[in-house]
């Protein structure tokens, strides 16, 4: 049952990402026997120099990609089952093309990532995996025709480039991402999205009386990440009151002291902090016309 619900928070979570960037199909079907891919990711034509704020994952979406997470680690055959359906993808592009009768540009074929949180050194040497100069360590490339790499997510180095990939690893390792995640500038992009993703994976989690150890450390670490950000919330909620209560009433009290004053001033007094609108109280005592307010605004 567990599987399921981190697979949807994988789906989820890839699709959050990628979003900006070109169309995400999660869960697509593909031709033969019944299968899906998890993530099929098609970039926009014009590409964005901001997908270099995704790291290593923005370097798998400068093409088309089928990104196959897992939550354990992938098998052999699992690992073959994702490049039959990559082979299914390209067979279905070419008869696509040859119906149109255009060629099927290399650029147009996929990619596959098959990202599992560990895998042996044994499995890895049964596909022949090399590593890639200019790549980081942990992603192990196979040969060139069959378009796959395997990602390590455990090998990941920790660093900033990696961060959106740990944080679909296991145990340390995505605990330590979740961590990073949390101390991420606050108007970073998709920080809060994703915090909201992980605070959700925790609640399905909690839910579920049968969960691996992994599973409920996670939900340990994530309790206090979780009380803590709410509790802000609660706090930001208050203040943000407490502020337009503090904005109304000064416009009031201007409005019955100088007169009406126009909508660009009123905008400028809702820039104001708490701090400066309890100045601005104090020295609306000392005005008599619009113009008082706007040197004191211009100060």
Same mark, same amino acid.
């Given at each position: 049952?567990?599987?399921?619900?981190?697979?949807?928070?994988?789906?989820?979570?890839?699709?959050?990402?990628?979003?900006?960037?070109?169309?995400?199909?999660?869960?697509?079907?593909?031709?033969?026997?019944?299968?899906?891919?998890?993530?099929?990711?098609?970039?926009?034509?014009?590409?964005?120099?901001?997908?270099?704020?995704?790291?290593?994952?923005?370097?798998? #979406?400068?093409?088309?990609?089928?990104?196959?997470? +897992?939550?354990?680690? #992938?098998?052999?055959?699992?690992?073959?089952?994702?490049?039959?359906?990559?082979?299914?993808?390209? #067979?279905?592009?070419?008869?696509?093309?040859? #119906?149109?009768?255009?060629?099927?540009?290399?650029?147009?074929?996929?990619?596959?990532?098959?990202?599992?949180?560990?895998?042996?050194?044994?499995?890895?040497?049964? +596909?022949?995996?090399?590593?890639?100069?200019?790549?980081?360590?942990?992603?192990? +490339?196979?040969?060139?025709?069959?378009?796959?790499?395997?990602?390590?997510?455990?090998?990941?180095?920790?660093?900033?480039?990696?961060?959106?990939?740990?944080?679909?690893?296991?145990?340390?390792?995505?605990?330590?991402?979740?961590?990073?995640?949390?101390?991420?500038?606050?108007?970073?992009?998709?920080?809060?999205?994703?915090?909201?993703?992980?605070?959700?994976?925790?609640?399905?989690?909690?839910?579920?009386?049968?969960?691996?150890?992994?599973?409920?450390?996670?939900?340990?670490?994530?309790?206090?990440?979780?009380?803590?950000?709410?509790?802000?919330?609660?706090?930001?909620?208050?203040?943000?009151?407490?502020?337009?209560?503090?904005?109304?009433?000064?416009?009031?009290?201007?409005?019955?002291?100088?007169?009406?004053?126009?909508?660009?001033?009123?905008?400028?007094?809702?820039?104001?902090?708490?701090?400066?609108?309890?100045?601005?109280?104090?020295?609306?005592?000392? +005005?008599?016309?619009?113009?008082?307010?706007?040197?004191?605004?211009?100060?």
């Amino acid at each position: 049952m567990t599987r399921f619900i981190h697979d949807k928070f994988a789906k989820d979570y890839l699709e959050e990402l990628l979003k900006d960037y070109g169309e995400v199909k999660s869960s697509e079907k593909v031709s033969g026997e019944i299968k899906e891919i998890d993530v099929f990711f098609t970039p926009d034509k014009q590409q964005s120099s901001n997908l270099q704020i995704l790291g290593l994952l923005g370097r798998f #979406a400068e093409n088309p990609a089928l990104i196959e997470p +897992f939550r354990n680690p #992938a098998s052999t055959d699992e690992i073959c089952d994702c490049i039959l359906k990559l082979l299914e993808v390209k #067979a279905l592009l070419r008869r696509e093309a040859k #119906a149109n009768k255009t060629k099927l540009q290399d650029s147009e074929i996929p990619k596959l990532w098959v990202l599992t949180p560990t895998i042996s050194e044994t499995r890895l040497s049964s +596909f022949g995996t090399m590593q890639k100069e200019g790549w980081l360590s942990g992603v192990h +490339f196979l040969a060139d025709a069959l378009r796959t790499a395997i990602v390590a997510i455990h090998q990941l180095p920790q660093i900033p480039e990696t961060l959106w990939l740990r944080l679909l690893g296991r145990g340390s390792v995505q605990s330590q991402a979740i961590i990073e995640l949390q101390a991420l500038p606050l108007n970073h992009p998709y920080q809060k999205a994703t915090l909201e993703l992980v605070y959700n994976l925790r609640e399905n989690l909690r839910v579920n009386q049968e969960l691996e150890t992994d599973d409920r450390e996670l939900v340990m670490r994530l309790e206090p990440l979780y009380q803590r950000d709410r509790e802000q919330a609660k706090q930001e909620g208050r203040q943000e009151g407490r502020q337009e209560g503090e904005q109304h009433l000064i416009i009031r009290l201007l409005n019955r002291r100088v007169g009406e004053i126009n909508e660009s001033l009123i905008e400028r007094i809702k820039g104001l902090s708490i701090e400066q609108l309890e100045n601005l109280g104090e020295a609306l005592l000392d +005005f008599s016309k619009v113009a008082d307010l706007e040197t004191w605004l211009n100060q």
